[in-house]
T-cell receptor, first 115, second 112 residues
Framework: DAMVIQNPRYQVTQFGKPVTLSCSQTLNHNVMYWYQQKSSQAPKLLFHYYDKDFNNEADTPDNFQSRRPNTSFCFLDIRSPGLGDAAMYLC??????????????FGEGSWLTVV | DQQVKQNSPSLSVQEGRISILNCDYTNSMFDYFLWYKKYPAEGPTFLISISSIKDKNEDGRFTVFLNKSAKHLSLHIVPSQPGDSAVYFCAASRGGADGLTFGKGTHLIIQP
């Protein structure tokens, strides 16, 4: 059974129209992450939550926001998607404690197309 | 500035032979290293990891070697099977919950 579930798997949005991607986990992990991956590139960390503490990467554009209403759910909001935001968005979780707690478990990803 | 580098974008290996995927890193603060396997249109799947206090970790057909002095790690797959054809990402962690730094990946192709 999938332990990190992302919805939707495929999302098409119009240029400038806000979009929300969702992620849920059954692992009860402390940390939830959002990564962006473009074709032939490394996954790039956007931000993460350790419990309720939000940690934004320095180079993440303001256009990207996140919410974590509880342990199980985390959302990625793109306020005004541009063509350059078309990518796969990966949600991931980890325990965040101890060395092996840094192992990150990914969801299946959400493909975003901007038209 | 790429802190984790996978210099081979692709690698072709015959079925049954050994596949060796390489990864170099620059940040000496990294203390935990992982390999992920990714099929198209799916999220990365955790494969194997190694702590900086070890130089080798084995799990079935997969072995990861770490050379700290050279800041180099490698993933050995033996014997290679058709289902191993995928993109393999090397990743590194500084500890805590800060997330992983990934390389760009190596596309492994297993030929029959």
């Amino acid at each position: 059974d999938a332990m990190v579930i992302q919805n939707p798997r495929y999302q098409v949005t119009q240029f400038g129209k806000p979009v929300t991607l969702s992620c849920s986990q059954t692992l009860n992990h402390n940390v939830m992450y959002w990564y962006q991956q473009k074709s032939s590139q490394a996954p790039k960390l956007l931000f993460h939550y350790y419990d309720k503490d939000f940690n934004n990467e320095a180079d993440t554009p303001d256009n990207f926001q996140s919410r974590r209403p509880n342990t199980s759910f985390c959302f990625l909001d793109i306020r005004s998607p541009g063509l350059g935001d078309a990518a796969m968005y990966l949600c991931a979780t980890s325990l965040g404690q101890g060395r092996s707690g840094n192992t990150i478990y990914f969801g299946e990803g959400s493909w975003l197309t901007v038209v | 500035d790429q802190q984790v580098k996978q210099n081979s974008p692709s690698l072709s290996v015959q079925e049954g032979r050994i596949s060796i995927l390489n990864c170099d890193y620059t940040n000496s603060m990294f203390d935990y290293f992982l390999w992920y396997k990714k099929y198209p249109a799916e999220g990365p799947t955790f494969l194997i990891s190694i702590s900086s206090i070890k130089d080798k970790n084995e799990d079935g057909r997969f072995t990861v070697f770490l050379n700290k002095s050279a800041k180099h790690l490698s993933l050995h797959i033996v014997p290679s099977q058709p289902g191993d054809s995928a993109v393999y990402f090397c990743a590194a962690s500084r500890g805590g919950a800060d997330g992983l730094t990934f390389g760009k990946g190596t596309h492994l192709i297993i030929q029959p």
